[in-house]
């Protein structure tokens, strides 16, 4: 019976809320639409956590429950009523649809076409190469340099694919190590570590930054360069903070270490296109709308030039992350069904949160996020919790001196990158233990410390921030 029950659940809950009258959820002035919204966010949650099919075909299901019963191109029976007070007004097909041709999505899939058309003419491999010579052969700065280069892979590409790159690199030099070395573990959890944590750098290098970006518009939005110029050096200080912890809990007991990377730069017309596109993505990113473009247009500039030169052709195209793209979308379509129906702020008026410190408030949403973040997918995490804080930011008057809204969100994006602490917190992490060079017990240990510690710091930087301007 156990075995079926992640199956039961995420359906048996969500299909009572649907069948009980509104009267029933203790919500003040729920309307029938909005009580449909509950249900489905129950539906991704549960099926998020309890995985009964692929994260990304939840996010599927949510867009095409959300277009069944509160679209206005839904089933008929589901509209009946429709435009009376206790019934809600029901959302636009498109703008649900819409959700898988986000701007945002736009962003993810440039930089898939860069990460691809990389590491395909070996752009990434030789790079490392090039960026590892200055580090000399002692292990722990052989170590800081493996770091520093995943973190950067891991800025503009997947993590998972940086991790299994520079796994496949590391992978001959811990076979140097005996078995009983502590090095060993410090170099594979190394990897993982700074691919976690790079990706915080950049709004394409995780998702739950392009999902906390989605969020911030108006006078709050942020631009590409405006992310990277605060998150860079929180980046830089918690590597930091990360490679003096590894080197001090798993010292080595080599004195050198030798890495042979082999290869050079391909000097093809295509491997030339793809190393100026690249740069000149990056660069355009980075100027921010100086050239009066945003972010989301210069993405499709290599997707463009790739696909026109054949450097990225239709067999490429099946190897990008589309479950990504997917996961990303259904995220976008709940948090649109939560705030266009008014449930968001009407879960959030329902508790008195302006009664509560501002302080035990921030702290709060973080510790659920980088919780949650250990034990599901970051993306699922950031998806569910983001509309909420989003509303939550809007209504609370006594977090507006700290930043309000902005500072909300940015700790609950940071907290759900934090969340690395087991084997099944992140692919990055997955991979590195499958390798068999590290255990679970060294996992969680560095995952925690480099979790709260980095929540810390998180704190820190919002608050630096505010100090500065940055966010009113």
């Not at 429709?82 to 649900?96: R, T, V, Y």
């Not at 093809?268 to 945003?294: C, D, E, Q």
């Not at 995490?381 to 609370?396: D, E, W, Y």
Request: charged share 10%; glycine share 8%; hydrophobic share 55%.
């Amino acid at each position: 019976m156990r075995q079926y029950i992640r199956y039961i659940i995420p359906i048996a809950i969500p299909l009572l809320i649907l069948l009980i009258p509104t009267s029933a959820i203790p919500i003040e002035g729920l309307t029938v639409i909005q009580q449909r919204v509950i249900a489905v966010f129950l539906f991704a949650a549960l099926s998020w956590v309890f995985e009964p099919i692929p994260i990304y075909a939840t996010s599927v299901t949510v867009i095409m429950l959300l277009l069944l019963l509160v679209s206005n191109h839904g089933l008929v029976f589901f509209k009946a009523g429709a435009g009376e007070p206790h019934m809600g007004e029901l959302l636009k097909s498109s703008d649900i649809m819409a959700t898988m041709a986000s701007p945002m999505i736009m962003l993810f899939l440039g930089g898939f076409f860069l990460a691809m058309a990389a590491t395909k003419y070996r752009l990434d491999v030789n790079l490392a190469r090039v960026l590892l010579k200055p580090f000399g052969n002692q292990p722990k700065y052989v170590m800081l340099g493996l770091m520093i280069i995943t973190a950067i892979f891991s800025m503009f590409m997947s993590n998972t694919a940086t991790t299994a790159m520079m796994l496949s690199i590391l992978a001959p030099v811990i076979m140097v190590f005996s078995k009983d070395d502590p090095g060993r573990a410090a170099f594979a959890l190394s990897i993982p570590v700074a691919a976690n944590i790079g990706g915080i750098g950049t709004p394409i290098g995780t998702p739950p930054n392009a999902i906390a970006l989605s969020y911030l518009t108006g006078e709050n939005t942020i631009t590409f360069g405006e992310w990277m110029a605060f998150a860079v050096p929180y980046v830089v200080i918690l590597m930091a903070v990360a490679w003096l912890l590894l080197v001090k809990l798993y010292p080595s007991k080599q004195e050198t270490i030798q890495l042979d990377i082999k290869g050079k730069f391909l000097k093809t017309p295509k491997a030339i296109t793809v190393y100026i596109t690249f740069a000149g993505t990056i660069l355009l990113w980075l100027m921010g709308s100086r050239h009066g473009m945003n972010s989301y247009t210069v993405a499709l500039i290599p997707v463009a030039v790739f696909s026109m030169t054949g450097i990225i052709n239709k067999e490429d195209l099946k190897k990008i992350s589309w479950d990504v793209l997917w996961l990303v979308s259904g995220g976008f379509a709940l948090g649109l069904a939560l705030d266009q129906t008014g449930l968001a702020a009407l879960m959030v008026n329902a508790i008195p949160f302006d009664n509560f410190s501002p302080y035990i408030v921030l702290v709060g949403a973080a510790g659920l996020c980088l919780l949650m973040a250990n034990f599901m997918s970051h993306t699922a995490t950031a998806n569910l919790l983001m509309p909420i804080m989003a509303a939550l930011g809007l209504s609370m008057q006594n977090l507006a001196p700290l930043g309000g809204q902005v500072t909300l969100i940015l700790v609950v994006a940071f907290a759900a990158s934090l969340g690395m602490s087991l084997p099944i917190s992140t692919p990055p992490n997955a991979l590195a233990h499958a390798s068999g060079n590290v255990n679970t017990n060294q996992m969680a240990k560095v995952g925690i410390i480099i979790g709260v510690g980095g929540l810390a710091m998180a704190f820190v930087m919002v608050w630096l921030l505010n100090v500065i301007g940055f966010i009113s």
